[in-house]
């Protein structure tokens, strides 16, 4: 921890996943290169959880990245950081193995090990456990209070909350009825199957590796159920995705929104409502060899939709309904799954009242510059970053781990006073309330 806990930090950050990860290692990097220049940057993170953790109730057996190992915390920023996936394998003797399994694909698992790895070793302060109750600007620096009793200074903040768990209007979690964020405890703390089904509800990868995980290790039926006619395949190709490419960022940022909106469209089967071709061979493979047997297990419905759920004690009650067909069909499941996607953290769940201070879009989204800085009103003097929710200004990367080495390091920059400071869009006034939220 920093020796004085109590001095005002020049960077703050509230959450600690992925990407303030790779800011705090970027910092560090930042600092080990400054000491012949007399000082580097203060910085301390804060995060509600206990320890360390990236969606460890996704972790599925097997599972694999579906990003490259090179987009990991730090390689397309610094090539030589002792923070690369490389160096992770390379401490722990499995370099020439992964070498041999000529994939650039790890499983999520070891990724996720990874990234606990990279956040034990960064000296950069953070602290767990510490869930922040106020964000307040005075005297030209943010007082940022955790629900701890403790509170700090700063003149830079690093928004970086994450996803969270989209389930669709009118579906309330519980026991027999959970998001696939949570399906590994979640299924651990079913009671024993009495109907032997499942529904998983979703059209993208992780709906379809949720199915074929309930499939191979339940014994039960798997209803997968979706509007689409079938399972879309992701579209990873190489002019595909250029979409992720550092330099898209800035020419998407420059585009005009229509365009913007565009490509958002013309891209989505690269990240969203799409699955590994190879998984939806293996399931329709399946499916195909119990139409064969007689012995139906997995059942995949096209052009469905859910159009009841009831859960009781003892059952998740589901009607689902084809809609080319008009077929109603009636299931008792011991669990639904709803695959069924994320929404970033608003900003103003991290910054309270001071959101208020923040401009906003017609939509209702955070209006930010090319460094990803929030426009605030004239007497926020400090500057606030956002990680995560700016995928209506800087493109498909925002959400995922593809850009955030590059992230960080054009973050910290700006925090240094290097960074590119474009001409922040048309927004809704700050201090008015934005139609369409």
């Not at 009650?317 to 067909?325: M, V």
């Not at 992230?407 to 700050?430: H, W």
Request: proline share 5%; net charge negative.
């Amino acid at each position: 921890m920093c020796s004085e806990r109590n001095s005002e930090l020049d960077i703050a950050g509230i959450g600690f996943g992925p990407s303030n990860l790779a800011l705090a290692i970027a910092v560090e990097e930042y600092n080990d290169n400054s000491t012949a220049r007399g000082g580097g940057i203060q910085a301390r993170f804060f995060e509600k959880k206990s320890q360390f953790g990236w969606h460890p109730g996704m972790l599925l057996p097997g599972a694999t990245m579906q990003v490259s190992f090179l987009k990991d915390l730090v390689t397309q920023r610094n090539t030589s950081s002792s923070y690369s996936f490389l160096s992770y394998l390379n401490e722990h003797d499995r370099l020439g193995h992964f070498i041999n399994r000529q994939d650039f694909f790890p499983l999520r698992v070891e990724f996720h090990d990874y990234l606990r790895w990279a956040a034990e070793r960064v000296s950069v302060p953070v602290d767990y456990g510490s869930e922040i109750s106020s964000v307040t600007f005075a005297d030209g620096a943010f007082d940022i209070a955790s629900t701890s009793g403790e509170s700090v200074r700063a003149r830079n903040l690093v928004l970086g909350g994450g996803l969270r768990a989209k389930l669709p209007a009118g579906v309330v979690a519980g026991p027999r009825v959970f998001h696939n964020h949570h399906v590994l405890p979640n299924l651990a703390k079913l009671p024993p199957l009495t109907h032997r089904r499942f529904a998983v509800i979703g059209a993208g990868q992780s709906a379809a590796e949720v199915a074929a995980f309930l499939h191979e290790t339940t014994g039960a039926e798997v209803h997968a159920v979706f509007s689409k006619y079938g399972y879309t395949p992701a579209d990873d190709s190489p002019y595909a995705n250029r979409i992720f490419d550092a330099e898209a960022v800035d020419e998407y940022f420059s585009a005009e929104p229509a365009w913007r909106d565009r490509l958002l469209q013309y891209h989505r089967s690269t990240n969203y409502s799409a699955v590994d071709p190879v998984l939806i061979q293996d399931l329709y493979g399946r499916e195909y060899t119990e139409r064969v047997s007689g012995n139906r297990r997995l059942f995949v419905h096209g052009a469905t939709e859910v159009t009841d759920l009831d859960e009781t004690d003892d059952a998740a009650r589901l009607r689902i309904a084809h809609r080319t067909t008009g077929e109603v069909i009636d299931l008792d499941c011991d669990a639904v799954v709803f695959a069924t996607g994320f929404e970033p953290t608003p900003v103003a769940d991290m910054l309270g009242d001071l959101a208020a201070h923040c401009a906003a879009d017609q939509h209702g989204r955070p209006v930010l510059d090319r460094a990803y800085r929030l426009q605030t009103s004239p007497e926020i003097t400090g500057q606030i970053f956002v990680q995560g929710n700016s995928e209506h200004t800087h493109g498909l990367t925002s959400t995922l781990l593809s850009n955030v080495a590059i992230r960080s390091g054009e973050i910290l920059d700006a925090v240094v006073g290097r960074g590119s400071n474009q001409p922040i869009p048309t927004a809704v006034p700050v201090g008015h309330s934005a139609s369409g939220a």
